[in-house]
């Protein structure tokens, strides 16, 4: 991948979204790991803007806080940080105020296992990080210590954080566990739905981890 093309990744994410209206204007951000010029760090969306974004607009941040770019990074970029030094593997991250996600999240509720689906953000719920500042060191902890081993959580108060070891990875973990949520709010309103067992989550994750790798049958 060259960095046209993870530049290219970000702003056809961030347009994907606001489409998919899992994003609303300026609202949420999205990154890209990228090192540039020897130093490790990541392409992320600058502040204050939306859908309307080029691949120009897009600012670089290095690990250590350098920015290079001719606008400001997203109010976010610390919780993005924390995300690739908590998750080598995570190219890419996404957050949203998706609106079931974010509903769910101001209940002060993790997503948990009541469908086999929440196994797609890599264990038995999507877990719940607590309420702190955006933008604060607080707030990144908690996103690198939730997402250490998940592919998302929900932010209380706040919204939905996701990633993935691609930008198209990221999306979909971001997209399924926003129809999730809602699903798992309807389901509120006529009572508390039953959990799946931690033994058939286990057996449910290990599926997933051979699930779409397609390979040629032998005849």
């Known amino acids: 991948m060259t960095e046209d093309d993870a530049r290219a990744a970000v702003v056809e994410a961030v347009r994907r979204l606001d489409a998919l209206g899992l994003n609303r204007g300026s609202t949420g951000n999205a990154s890209h790991r990228w090192d540039q010029g020897g130093q490790r760090g990541m392409l992320i969306t600058p502040t204050g803007m939306g859908a309307e974004l080029t691949a120009d607009d897009l600012v670089h941040v290095a690990d250590d806080g350098t920015v290079s770019g001719r606008w400001q990074p997203s109010s976010e970029w ?16 996404l957050h949203t105020h998706a609106v079931h996600a974010t509903a769910l999240a101001c209940l002060g509720r993790p997503l948990p296992p009541f469908h086999y689906m929440v196994a797609v953000a890599g264990g038995d719920d999507v877990p719940l990080v607590p309420y702190s500042t955006f933008g604060s060191e607080a707030l990144s902890a908690g996103v690198a210590n939730a997402l250490a081993h998940r592919q998302a959580c929900l932010l209380a108060h706040h919204g939905l954080v996701a990633c993935g070891a ?16 809602q699903t798992y ?29 397609h390979s040629r049958r032998v005849p």
């Open 78 to 93: 610390q919780f993005h940080r924390a995300a690739y030094r908590a998750r080598p593997d995570v190219r890419a991250v």
């Open 166 to 181: 691609t930008m198209a990875q990221a999306m979909k973990v971001m997209v399924e566990v926003e129809s999730l949520c």
């Open 185 to 213: 709010l309807l389901a509120l309103a006529a009572g508390e739905p039953a959990r799946l067992p931690p033994e058939e989550m286990d057996r449910v994750l290990d599926k997933f981890r051979h699930y779409g790798q």
